[in-house]
């Protein structure tokens, strides 16, 4: 007899469906091996799938493990937000009120509920380093628009983002990637992405921002990140700015990621709207029964 577990697919940093950035959740991931769920992640084929399992750690109300098609994450931004979504939608009750903890491949992160449902995590923290290459930059993305008062840094906060300022949001959307020099880069600087961000002149958002990446030897975009933004968040901190502020992704592929970031005590927090789109069961493979 075939065994199934509950399961979600839901949309992240957007209040209304199909908006935002899918995420697939499995509710209850006990049976599963490491290559099952790096199995079902494939078959997904979305950026992340997640899986649910009991804490090992005494204050994390639960555990996540985050699997791209190809491999699995220590942490990642939208994964994070969706599955506490899920969980909380499905009866989780969280050891201290109005707060979930997460345990995942980087340790615990906090997670604040917020009076209008949304959900925000608190940033970890990121490692920052110049990168120098602007000429690979610029040919990688296929743009001249980089800002001339602004470095281009690598955050490392358990996946890797490249930061690259642009001059406007206008040139944000503009970017031509070379696919072959986009590899290039992502080598030479050590990154599992780049993030493009430039500043809008309207609006009740702050950034126009792109999460680019290569997966299966192919260059996609991400709609909307939160890891990326949470590095985002570390790096204008860096050069003292600790504002709130909302940011707009996604607008190149037709969605729109909406984000926010707040500052609490030092710390950034990344929050957003999540919605179910998909919810019921998922059959497991034959070797977890």
Not at 123 to 133: C, E, G, N, S, Y
Not at 138 to 143: K, M, P, V
Request: negative net charge.
């Amino acid at each position: 007899m075939a065994t199934t577990v509950a399961f979600k697919q839901v949309d992240v940093f957007t209040s209304s469906s199909y908006n935002g950035n899918p995420l697939a959740v499995i509710l209850d991931a006990r049976n599963l091996s490491d290559a099952e769920m790096q199995s079902i992640a494939r078959w997904t084929h979305l950026s992340e799938t997640t899986f649910i399992l009991p804490p090992s750690h005494p204050e994390a109300d639960y555990q996540v493990r985050i699997f791209t098609p190809d491999t699995e994450l220590p942490f990642a931004g939208h994964p994070t937000l969706g599955s506490a979504h899920a969980l909380r939608e499905s009866g989780l009750t969280p050891k201290r009120q109005g707060i979930i903890i997460q345990q995942c491949g980087l340790g615990l992160v906090t997670l604040h509920e917020e009076p209008d449902g949304a959900l925000a995590f608190a940033a970890p923290q990121a490692i920052l380093t110049p990168f120098a290459d602007h000429a690979l930059v610029r040919q990688a993305l296929g743009s001249n628009a980089l800002h001339g008062e602004l470095p281009v840094m690598a955050a490392d906060m358990g996946i890797r983002w490249l930061l690259v300022p642009l001059i406007s949001a206008d040139a944000v959307l503009a970017l031509t990637p070379d696919t072959a020099a986009f590899a290039q880069l992502v080598t030479a600087a050590g990154v599992d992405g780049v993030m493009p961000f430039g500043p809008l002149s309207q609006g009740s958002e702050k950034y126009e921002v792109r999460g680019l990446l290569i997966e299966g030897g192919s260059l996609t975009e991400d709609p909307v990140t939160g890891s990326a933004n949470a590095c985002l968040a570390r790096y204008l901190a860096e050069r003292g700015e600790q504002v709130d502020y909302r940011v707009r992704q996604g607008t190149a592929l037709h969605r729109a990621g909406r984000l926010s970031v707040s500052w609490r005590e030092g710390t950034p927090w990344i929050g957003g709207q999540s919605v179910t789109v998909i919810d019921g069961t998922i059959r497991l493979p034959a070797s977890a029964r």
